[in-house]
């Protein structure tokens, strides 16, 4: 076994290494507990990395070993991630030592079983991913458990001919036959595992420090300057991309960290932990900043009332570009409420790119607006433009609007943060998302935490479009932000045509909302005339999402709206039957019953769960649906 220790901890270790009992995951025979013997110590398995780090936590082991690299793949994710959360939530640990363990993946089985007869292969997602093309070769199928050695006990308690990815350790412990050496896509492969143990029982310390960041800019240019491994974490809808670096000198990494939303944590700087616990005068603060619109955390509901965005609830945000006059206004928010539109949008200072055109009505407009918003019931939205119109705008709109151009106005980011009023904050046509995050990060720390981002389109070579809406940057920021990511169909497309195309395009996406432009005279409308949708049209798009309309619209519009559900209910009704023949063919070809009692009951919950207002028409469709399906799998009763 090769041994990589860096630091001088053996020499300093003052109990005797036989008492030392370090915690890995996996069963007996895996790579992590020839890592946790390496010094000496007693390995001990348990069923997952966080256990393990529970365990380290509660004294119950005195020290952890987690897998951080492998030659074929990289980052282990499903240690990091434990160990990124462990780590952020405040579990005191230190690196003391590194250990590599030289890595062959058996494909072994129970005696007996030829090659050609394998189609399945069980391991740990780690090790099966350091397979990939090999057993694709082969034409075997990769399952997931626990564990490399867990794997080889699963196969040899188990009658069929599946295989194990695991080490020859393991496969003989467990009394399988290796049919392959090393499946492993390259010849020298090998993990890198990571000894742990809590700060105050640790000695010497091997330089590992951990980042978290959203911003992959500003972290391959510390790779460059610190020439540390950066190992990127995919990290989740909640927790923003992260980084561990290894061999890092954290103080360095601290002193080159970009101040906003970078966060280094030392594992292993003396001096780090020093400042951390005894708040030494002078020390460098650990955390450099931390971050709030990529903080890891629930997604974010933002609530006004009963307009609510994020975590599922979705907003239709609707009105004209401008508030013209107040007949103007109340028109239009009579029939996108009618609609079911969520909130209202209109303009009282308009962002515009030719000076001499029209530049909003102002604070005049506002009181038009309010007096429409009152009157359907919605929440109103407007852009403040300059700090000087925050406080008297705040005082009476429901949601502040920053406009693209104004996205990295950082005095008007500021100023809105601090006016208590939840703020829709547009993406700049040329801001990456990096750079979105980043202004809604000061509106945060401004103090306001209720944040929408808004994807408006970005400007591209393209001309046939005013911008290009890009869904790919809000899909991006999705895993970086808990904040409300909605879309801007209108100020992308520039033309109206395109506007219900692009709505169910982000919809279907999972944006958490549309903004979208209506006007019932666009020919007259003074301002973004081209892409504003007439009522009935914003109707179509509001059909299309699903939206509820309320007894206002008028009784045609109502029954074109009942009518276009109906045509989706037969339509899926059609497709339930194509399928239910498909079923039907199945069962017959692997010879099993096509009549089965307990799928039947399993579909009557489902429309009873899905229709709650009515057990007994759920009841009855039920039976409808279930006696069409027979007849199409032909079925006598
Ligand atoms: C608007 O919403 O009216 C507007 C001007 O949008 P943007 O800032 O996205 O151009
Ligand atoms: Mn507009």
């Keep these: 076994m090769l041994r990589e220790i860096e630091g001088n901890q053996a020499a300093e270790e003052t109990r005797p290494a036989t008492e030392l009992k370090v915690g890995y995951q996996g069963e007996p025979g895996a790579y992590?507990?020839?890592?946790?013997?390496?010094?000496?110590?007693?390995?001990?398995?348990?069923?997952?990395?966080?256990?393990?780090?529970?365990?380290?936590?509660?004294?119950?082991?005195?020290?952890?070993?987690?897998?951080?690299?492998?030659?074929?793949?990289?980052?282990?994710?499903?240690?990091?991630?434990?160990?990124?959360?462990?780590?952020t939530s405040g579990l005191d640990l230190v690196a003391t030592a590194l250990t590599s363990v030289p890595v062959r993946l058996a494909l072994a089985v129970r005696n007996g079983t030829p090659l050609n007869d394998v189609k399945r292969a069980w391991s740990h997602p780690a090790a099966l991913r350091q397979c990939t093309a090999k057993l694709a070769a082969l034409g075997i199928e990769r399952v997931v458990c626990y564990d490399t050695a867990g794997a080889a006990q699963i196969v040899a308690a188990d009658s069929s001919t599946d295989?194990?990815?695991?080490?020859?350790?393991?496969?003989?412990?467990?009394?399988?036959?290796?049919?392959?050496?090393?499946?492993?896509?390259?010849?020298?492969?090998?993990?890198?595992?990571?000894?742990?143990?809590?700060?105050?029982?640790?000695?010497?310390?091997?330089?590992?420090?951990?980042?978290?960041?959203?911003?992959?800019?500003?972290?391959?240019?510390?790779?460059?300057?610190?020439?540390?491994?950066?190992?990127?974490?995919a990290g989740t809808a909640e927790f923003p991309v992260r980084l561990w670096v290894l061999g890092a000198d954290a103080a360095r990494l601290q002193q080159l960290a970009p101040a906003r939303d970078v966060q280094v944590i030392s594992l292993g700087q003396p001096a780090a932990h020093a400042a951390r616990h005894a708040g030494k005068a002078g020390a460098e603060p650990v955390v450099k900043s931390l971050p709030h619109a990529t903080a890891r955390k629930p997604q974010t509901v933002v609530e006004v009332g009963p307009f609510r965005v994020g975590a599922g609830a979705r907003a239709v945000i609707a009105g004209p570009c401008t508030v013209e006059s107040p007949e103007q206004v109340m028109r239009i928010a009579r029939e996108v409420a009618a609609c079911g539109a969520t909130a209202l949008r209109g303009g009282i200072f308009k962002p515009r790119t030719n000076p001499y055109a029209?530049?909003?009505?102002?604070?005049?407009?506002?009181?038009?607006?309010?007096?429409?918003?009152?009157?359907?019931?919605?929440?109103?939205?407007?852009?403040?433009?300059?700090?000087?119109?925050?406080?008297?705008?705040?005082?009476?709109?429901?949601?502040?609007?920053?406009?693209?151009?104004?996205?990295?106005?950082?005095?008007?980011?500021?100023?809105?943060?601090?006016?208590?009023?939840?703020?829709?904050?547009?993406?700049?046509?040329?801001?990456?998302?990096?750079?979105?995050?980043?202004?809604?990060?000061?509106?945060?720390?401004?103090?306001?935490?209720?944040?929408?981002?808004?994807?408006?389109?970005?400007?591209t070579f393209e001309p046939s479009t005013r911008n290009t809406?890009?869904?790919?940057?809000?899909?991006?920021?999705?895993?970086?932000?808990?904040?409300?990511?909605?879309?801007?169909?209108?100020?992308?497309a520039g033309r109206a045509d395109l506007v219900e195309g692009l709505a169910r395009a982000a919809w279907a996406a999972g944006a958490d909302g549309i903004i979208v432009e209506v006007h019932d005279d666009p020919a007259r409308a003074l301002c973004d005339a081209d892409q504003a949708l007439v009522p009935q049209r914003f109707a179509e798009l509001a059909r299309a999402l699903a939206l509820r309309p309320d007894a206002r619209l008028p009784l045609a519009q109502l029954r074109a709206w009942v009518d276009a559900i109906d045509h989706d209910l037969a339509a899926l009704v059609q497709r339930r039957l194509e399928v239910a023949r498909v079923i039907g063919e199945s069962k017959r070809q692997t010879g099993k019953a096509v009549l089965d009692p307990r799928r039947e009951a399993a579909v009557r919950r489902t429309y009873h769960e899905a229709l709650p207002t009515s057990n007994a028409l759920a009841d009855k469709l039920v039976d409808l649906l279930i006696e069409a399906a027979r007849g199409q799998q032909s079925i006598e009763d």
Aim: charged share 20%; net charge negative.
């Design 358 to 459: 029209f530049q909003g009505h102002g604070l005049e407009a506002l009181k038009w607006f309010v007096e429409a918003g009152k009157a359907v019931g919605l929440p109103i939205v407007t852009e403040v433009m300059a700090v000087d119109q925050v406080t008297a705008v705040a005082e009476f709109a429901n949601v502040l609007q920053i406009g693209a151009r104004n996205m990295q106005n950082y005095d008007l980011l500021r100023a809105v943060g601090r006016a208590g009023r939840p703020v829709l904050l547009k993406r700049g046509a040329g801001a990456t998302v990096d750079e979105w995050l980043g202004a809604a990060e000061y509106v945060m720390a401004s103090g306001e935490s209720r944040v929408i981002l808004c994807e408006r389109g970005i400007r």
């Design 32 to 87: 992590g507990e020839t890592a946790a013997a390496a010094h000496g110590g007693i390995p001990q398995g348990f069923a997952s990395f966080e256990k393990v780090l529970e365990a380290l936590q509660k004294g119950t082991v005195d020290e952890a070993v987690l897998p951080l690299e492998n030659a074929v793949v990289g980052a282990i994710t499903e240690a990091l991630e434990p160990l990124a959360v462990a780590v």
């Design 163 to 233: 295989a194990a990815i695991c080490s020859r350790r393991a496969a003989e412990r467990y009394g399988l036959e290796v049919l392959v050496e090393d499946v492993s896509d390259k010849e020298q492969n090998g993990t890198r595992f990571v000894h742990l143990r809590m700060a105050e029982h640790a000695r010497a310390q091997v330089p590992l420090a951990f980042l978290r960041t959203s911003s992959m800019t500003a972290t391959s240019k510390l790779e460059v300057l610190t020439g540390a491994t950066l190992l990127p974490l």
């Design 469 to 492: 809406l890009d869904i790919g940057g809000l899909l991006a920021a999705r895993p970086l932000t808990h904040l409300p990511l909605i879309a801007d169909p209108s100020h992308a």
